[in-house]
């Protein structure tokens, strides 16, 4: 009986070790290790952490259907949606990062942008503000001198 009952405490502390794993996002720990090797000013891409085509990020309040009609394939991801990001490679999802917002573990990554897809080129400028990691898209301007 006591053989059972500590197999059982073994088994608990690996599955609770199990779910901490898996509540360090990717993503998050990508976006703060760049920042922490960072020197001056901080630019992102994510070409090195995932092969996609485009990433898509959508706040609160979308639903699954917008979701698909967006990404031009069925979602059917968690309908409980504060933020979703997608990462997708010919219309498969190779990553997902679905947060539905909790007061006391606020996000560390946030996209600022009013923009839903960007393709995989994109660079974005990284910055910090007190525990929130803000990533903003870079706009590649091209000058145009006229001569006349």
């Known amino acids: 009986m006591k053989n059972n ?3 059982f405490v073994v088994i608990l502390i690996f599955n609770c ?4 794993t ?32 485009r990433l898509y990020v959508f706040g609160g309040g979308v639903s ?9 394939f069925k979602y059917s991801g968690d309908k409980d ?18 947060l539905v ?3 006391s573990e606020p996000y ?10 960007f393709e995989n080129n994109v660079e974005f400028s990284l910055e910090k503000d007190e525990n929130i990691f803000l990533l903003k898209p870079i706009q590649n301007i091209i000058s145009v001198v006229w001569m006349c």
């Open 81 to 98: 949606i504060s933020r979703l990001i997608l990462f997708v490679k010919n219309k498969t999802i190779v990553y997902e990062q679905n």
């Open 108 to 117: 560390k990554v946030f996209f600022v942008t009013n923009k839903e897809y």
């Open 22 to 53: 898996l509540r360090n996002d990717k993503l998050d720990n990508y976006v703060e290790n760049v920042y922490s090797n960072c020197r001056d000013k901080c630019v992102i891409n994510f070409n090195n952490l995932f092969d996609y085509d």
């Open 101 to 103: 917002f909790n007061d």
């Open 17 to 20: 070790q199990s779910c901490n």
């Open 64 to 72: 699954n259907e917008e979701v698909s009609k967006k990404i031009g």
């Open 5 to 7: 009952f500590l197999i």
